[in-house]
């Protein structure tokens, strides 16, 4: 059984930050890429920014410059360091990892439950 389980939402003010975390558990062969997706009521999921084990990132451009993503791959957990927050930020973040649970097995799309970021004030 694979599980992520995210934690770091919360309510934080604009220019404020957060750090988001995702841990990944269970038995698999590899996991790659992890990332972060955010979905608005009524809008698709869309990619935050994803991260191979090799280190290689990607992000939206609504977050270059104010967001960081990381990973540990000795604890199979991806981090998101979000900076200079903004109302529009506000929205459930999903932790994703792909996932291949062993070499006889096809990889397959793993999510967390959500967690949710408000920028307010």
């Known amino acids: 059984q694979v599980q992520l389980v995210e934690s770091g939402g919360g309510l934080v003010q604009p220019g404020g930050s957060l750090r988001l975390s995702c841990a990944a558990s269970g038995i698999f062969f590899s996991i790659n890429p992890m990332g972060w997706y955010r979905q608005a009521p009524g809008n698709q999921r869309e990619l935050v920014a994803d991260?191979?084990?090799?280190?290689?990132?990607n992000y939206a451009d609504s977050v270059k410059g104010r967001f960081t993503i990381s990973r540990d791959n000795a604890k199979n957990t991806v981090y998101l360091q979000m900076n200079s927050l903004k109302p529009e930020d506000t929205v459930v973040y999903y932790c994703n990892a792909n996932i291949r649970r062993s070499l006889s097995t096809q990889r397959a799309d793993y999510w967390g439950q959500g967690t949710q970021v408000t920028v307010s004030s």
């Open positions: 991260i191979t084990s090799y280190g290689t990132t």
